[in-house]
Structure formats: structure tokens, C-alpha cells
């Protein structure tokens, strides 16, 4: 969802920043956490910055940065633009899943406010899975709940711990470079990049 069907990331960066002013965070590079729950993601950044925290107060930072990201999602709907016709033409075609490391409130705020649920048949979001990205959990349990084998499903993501995940979980990797670059995302082990996801009609064209 974020990265792929919105324009996103720059709120997320936004609100890591935002959640994480009062610490002396001098390495951040939104990429490197693109994809993971907050909480992940945190943790990561206070470790590249050599910062310790216990669990408690990463909770409280990761929550923080979860509502100031909502928050602006929700205001401004950054849905990228020919993402719901492309959705609705390939719906026409494949089994569609929605598996995103964002939070329910996030994802089904998403899918209501742009009337996509029905284009579904199955939606994950961070709280349906115990392992997150980079661990494959989240789209083994999509491509069971599609009913599908793994090496004939398409992930598409844009972000390395995406990748990371589709990879391990069999899945064909598709990377498209809005939030990290084509560079990263074939060295995470993408199969093949899109430059956009009305690109994704010509490759389900093809099924």
C-alpha cells in the first residue's frame, strides 16, 4: 500500500522525524525502514544512531509516529494517480491481495475512502502477522488465503524489506523505485522493476 498505492513515504519520513526530534538522530535515511512497522523501524534508526531505549519507550515513539502519519494520510489521500483504474482492470483478471505493514486503522481507512475494498479478496495489515517484513509471514498468508502456490504469485513492492519478504516467501518479486532505487531494490533480489503500475497491466496481460 504505502509506496506503491500512495504517495506516502514522505509522510511516513515526516513522521519519524517529527516523532524522534527530541533524540540526537543524526543518521536517518527514510529507506532503510520503508516497509517495516513503526516499531521496527524505530528500533532500527535508534540502532544506527547508537541510541539504547527500552521497549516501553520505543512503544511510545513508534505510536506517536504511527498517528502523525495517519493524520496526514487521512487529510490528504495521497493515492497515486491511475492506481484505482489499475487496480480495477487487473481485479478483472487475477486474484488481488492487499498485504501491507501499515496499521488497520491505516489500511482500511485506505480501501473505504477509495471505495477499493471490493477489488480484494484478501487484506492483511500489520496486526495479522507476527513477524513482519523482512520475514515472509504476511504474503505466505496472503498467497494461502488466494488460494495460490507461491512461485505463481506477484508481489509488488517498493522497498527493500519488502522485497526481502516476497523473496522469502517465494513469491516473484517486483520492485517498483518510489521509495528506494532500482539499484537497492534488484540487490534485495527484485526479479524485475516497473517504472509504474500501469505497467503491471501489460505483465497480467500476459497470465
Not at 42 to 48: K, P, S
Not at 78 to 88: F, K, T
Not at 139 to 168: N, P, T
Request: proline share 4%; hydrophobic share 50%; net charge negative.
Amino acid at each position: 500500500m504505502d509506496g506503491v498505492l500512495l504517495n506516502s513515504s514522505p509522510i511516513h519520513a515526516a513522521a519519524y522525524q517529527e516523532a524522534l526530534a527530541g533524540l540526537s538522530i543524526s543518521n536517518f535515511s527514510y529507506s532503510r525502514v520503508a516497509g517495516m512497522r513503526s516499531a521496527d523501524g524505530i528500533r532500527t534508526i535508534l540502532n544506527e544512531n547508537r541510541i539504547h531505549l527500552p521497549d516501553e519507550q520505543i512503544a511510545t515513539l513508534a505510536k506517536a509516529k504511527s498517528a502523525i502519519a495517519l493524520a496526514r494520510i487521512l487529510e490528504e489521500n495521497p493515492i497515486v494517480p491511475g492506481a484505482v483504474a489499475v487496480l480495477r482492470t487487473l481485479a478483472g483478471r487475477l486474484k488481488l491481495a492487499l498485504a501491507s505493514s501499515a496499521s488497520e486503522a491505516g489500511v482500511n481507512s485506505f480501501l473505504d475512502r477509495n471505495e477499493l475494498r471490493p477489488l480484494f479478496q484478501c487484506v492483511l495489515h500489520s496486526g495479522d502477522v507476527r513477524s513482519a517484513k523482512p520475514a515472509p509471514e504476511i504474503f505466505e498468508l496472503a498467497i494461502d488465503r488466494l488460494g495460490l502456490r507461491a512461485a505463481e504469485s506477484l508481489v509488488v513492492e517498493d522497498a527493500v524489506a519488502g522485497i526481502q519478504a516476497a523473496k522469502a516467501a517465494g513469491a516473484v518479486a517486483c520492485g517498483i523505485p518510489s521509495t528506494c532505487s532500482a539499484d537497492e531494490l534488484v540487490h534485495a533480489g527484485a526479479d524485475l522493476i516497473i517504472e509504474s503500475l500501469e505497467d503491471l497491466l501489460e505483465i497480467g496481460a500476459r497470465t
